[in-house]
């Protein structure tokens, strides 16, 4: 599977982005598609997650409320919408993709990742 994140962007506290996720290999092996994010120093961690089939979506407490994860199987796309975004949002957001079913909120789960996008939020 082979992934490719976009939408990242410089945005002042309150505005609202949407990152999108392009999917492309064997996305029929997929059971859950997830949003993670990494900021200067720190660990990577989860944001968000959806299931490819039945579309549960889970959050990271940080987020619930603000975020909102989608998917759309037919074009192989998964979408996060960020709302109120704050500057501790401020980071470079992964997607990523695992194949089992571990928990969706540990990274090392996920066997597939996209290369990143920065999303910058200005006070």
């Known amino acids: 599977v082979q992934l490719q994140a976009c939408g990242g962007g410089l945005v002042q506290a309150g505005d609202s982005l949407r990152l999108s996720c392009a999917a492309s290999g064997r996305t029929f092996s997929s059971v859950h598609m997830g949003w993670f994010r990494q900021a200067p120093g720190k660990e990577r961690e989860f944001v968000a997650a959806?299931?490819?089939?039945?579309?549960?979506?889970y959050y990271a407490d940080s987020v619930k409320g603000r975020f909102t994860i989608s998917r759309d199987n037919a074009k192989n796309m998964v979408y996060l919408q960020m709302n109120s975004l704050k500057p501790e949002d401020t980071a470079v957001y992964y997607c990523?993709?695992?194949?089992?079913?571990?928990?969706?909120?540990?990274?090392?789960?996920?066997?597939?990742w996209g290369q990143g996008t920065l999303v910058t939020v200005s006070s």
């Open positions: 959806v299931s490819w089939r039945g579309g549960t979506t």
């Open positions: 990523a993709v695992k194949d089992n079913y571990g928990r969706v909120e540990s990274l090392n789960n996920y066997n597939y």
